[in-house]
């Protein structure tokens, strides 16, 4: 990563344009051309710098459902259970922490009522109990990483 | 609120859900795929964006590998009467994430606040979470700060 990647990281965590060539146009700023700008994010998720370019859809508000989820998993079955959550394609992210609650994922659905079946199908599969943890109120979301 | 999605906004979504074409005009390929008109496309995404379906547009980046490698969710057990004030002081501090109020589980979770934070050193990350204690004040009775040791997936939404 050089400066001209760091600073393409810092300005198009949002904002990018919806129009004809929209690479074109954020490209100037950046003194590229918009094939220069293309190759550099290419090779920036090709080398797993940047994990995705594009929309990013907010499950709830296309009439779907979000939830955070935990449980506690035996440490012997850990890598099992997490091929079982993991095989679930409405669960998005699956991370390990270090708590007795050590299993916490995103589940997000297009549906409604689709989120209380694959709670229902991990519990069933796995044995132990999911904690379900819905949002109730959104305080704030929206990071900018600087890179 | 929610923004109703018909047939074609769902086939956009899905021809966008791994991101966007990386080619000169996106959305001409985006409609390409999808059977329409370029002009559509554009209309339906920004009808979209501004119904808050899509977040926004742009780069995500892999934080891990921009040394961000301490990725703390910090919880805090706040009174509910507590809870409007508490989010708003988590939430406009500019080093949180993403900050919500979510159900107790008693008697093993009385945590019912969570604010997300992200450091390239642990002592960076302690003290991110010492500050939030602080603008917490007695507003918070007990904390954790529970680490990921592991991603075991990241994929985003799929349809």
Same mark, same amino acid.
């Given at each position: 990563?050089?400066? *001209?990647?760091? @600073?393409?990281?810092?300005?198009?965590? $949002?904002?990018?344009?919806?129009?004809?060539?929209?690479?074109?146009?954020?490209? #100037?700023?950046?003194?590229?051309?918009?094939?220069?700008?293309?190759? /550099?994010?290419?090779?920036?998720?090709? =080398?797993?710098?940047?994990?995705?370019?594009g929309?990013?859809?907010?499950?709830?508000? %296309?009439? $779907?459902?979000?939830?955070? +989820?935990?449980?506690?998993?035996?440490?012997?079955?850990?890598?099992?259970?997490?091929?079982?959550?993991?095989?679930?394609? #409405?669960?998005?992210?699956?991370?390990?922490?270090?708590?007795?609650?050590?299993?916490?994922? &995103?589940? +997000?659905?297009?549906?409604?009522?689709?989120?209380?079946?694959?709670?229902?199908?991990?519990?069933?599969?796995?044995? *132990?109990? &999911?904690?379900? %943890?819905?949002? *109730?109120? #959104?305080?704030?979301?929206?990071?900018?990483?600087?890179? | 609120?929610?923004? @109703? !999605?018909d047939?074609?906004?769902?086939a956009?979504?899905?021809?966008?859900?791994?991101?966007?074409?990386?080619?000169?005009?996106?959305?001409? #390929?985006?409609? /390409?795929?999808? $059977? *329409?008109?370029?002009?559509e496309v554009?209309?339906r %995404?920004?009808?979209?964006?501004?119904?808050?379906?899509?977040?926004?547009?742009?780069?995500?980046p892999?934080?891990?590998?921009?040394?961000?490698?301490?990725?703390?969710?910090?919880?805090?057990?706040?009174?509910?009467e507590?809870?409007?004030?508490?989010?708003?002081?988590?939430?406009?501090?500019?080093?949180?994430?993403?900050?919500?109020h979510?159900?107790?589980?008693l008697?093993?979770?009385?945590?019912? !606040?969570? +604010?997300?934070?992200?450091?390239?050193?642990? @002592?960076?990350? =302690?003290?991110?979470?010492?500050?939030?204690?602080?603008?917490?004040? =007695?507003?918070?009775r007990?904390?954790?700060?529970?680490?990921?040791?592991?991603?075991?997936?990241?994929? $985003?939404?799929?349809?």
């Amino acid at each position: 990563m050089d400066e *001209i990647d760091r @600073a393409i990281i810092n300005t198009l965590q $949002g904002g990018f344009p919806i129009c004809d060539q929209p690479f074109a146009a954020m490209a #100037e700023p950046l003194g590229l051309t918009a094939a220069q700008l293309l190759a /550099r994010i290419i090779k920036l998720k090709a =080398d797993g710098i940047i994990s995705r370019f594009g929309p990013m859809w907010h499950a709830e508000r %296309m009439g $779907g459902e979000l939830t955070l +989820a935990a449980m506690k998993v035996p440490q012997e079955r850990f890598d099992e259970v997490a091929g079982i959550v993991n095989s679930h394609p #409405e669960v998005s992210q699956n991370y390990a922490r270090e708590h007795a609650l050590n299993m916490w994922f &995103v589940v +997000a659905t297009e549906k409604p009522g689709r989120k209380a079946e694959v709670l229902a199908g991990i519990e069933a599969g796995t044995g *132990i109990p &999911v904690h379900d %943890m819905p949002k *109730i109120q #959104e305080f704030f979301v929206g990071l900018r990483f600087e890179a | 609120m929610t923004a @109703a !999605l018909d047939a074609i906004d769902r086939a956009i979504v899905v021809a966008t859900q791994d991101g966007l074409p990386l080619v000169d005009r996106p959305y001409h #390929e985006v409609a /390409r795929q999808v $059977g *329409i008109s370029p002009d559509e496309v554009m209309n339906r %995404m920004d009808r979209l964006l501004h119904e808050g379906a899509i977040r926004r547009i742009g780069v995500v980046p892999n934080h891990y590998a921009l040394g961000y490698r301490f990725n703390g969710m910090t919880v805090w057990d706040v009174a509910d009467e507590h809870i409007a004030e508490a989010g708003k002081r988590v939430g406009d501090l500019d080093f949180v994430s993403h900050c919500y109020h979510r159900p107790r589980h008693l008697p093993d979770w009385p945590y019912s !606040l969570f +604010a997300m934070i992200h450091a390239k050193e642990k @002592a960076q990350a =302690d003290s991110l979470a010492e500050r939030i204690a602080c603008v917490l004040g =007695d507003l918070s009775r007990g904390h954790l700060v529970l680490f990921s040791s592991r991603i075991l997936k990241k994929t $985003g939404l799929r349809l």
